[in-house]
Nanobody, 121 residues
Framework: QVQLVESGGGLVQPGDSLRLSCTVS????????IGWFRQAPGKEREGVSC??????????TYAESVKGRFTISRDNRKKMVYLRMNGLDPEDTAVYYC????????????WGQGTQVTVSS
């Protein structure tokens, strides 16, 4: 069983940065791929980024809308996954969730309650 808790959201101005954190409670975090997705009111859920587990070389994916601005990373020893978000835009306003997968692109095996990110002047 995998439990995830997000933190780090908040209200920021356009152009600001935030770092979201995902605390993962599991016996072996390195087994799982961890991804971030977001949900904004009236919009479809969007996969933001995903970082593979440690079976082989690390693979990272980003949505086109965040490439060059967001960076995902993981610290298996601390059982943490991070999403660094730079150059935030009002279009990035959403609830951000982290989720665990056997592999990126697969079905989630667990996800958190989400953290609100609001970008507004």
């Amino acid at each position: 069983q995998v439990q995830l808790v997000e933190s780090g959201g908040g209200l920021v101005q356009p152009g600001d940065s935030l770092r979201l954190s995902c605390t993962v409670s599991t016996f072996a975090l390195d087994y799982y791929a961890i991804g971030w997705f977001r949900q904004a009111p009236g919009k479809e859920r969007e996969g933001v980024s995903c970082i593979s587990g440690n079976g082989g070389s690390t693979r990272i994916t980003y949505a086109e809308s965040v490439k060059g601005r967001f960076t995902i990373s993981r610290d298996n020893r601390k059982k943490m996954v991070y999403l660094r978000m730079n150059g935030l835009d009002p279009e990035d306003t959403a609830v951000y969730y982290c989720a665990a997968y056997v592999r990126c692109g697969g079905d989630a095996v667990g996800w958190g309650q989400g953290t609100q990110v609001t970008v507004s002047s």
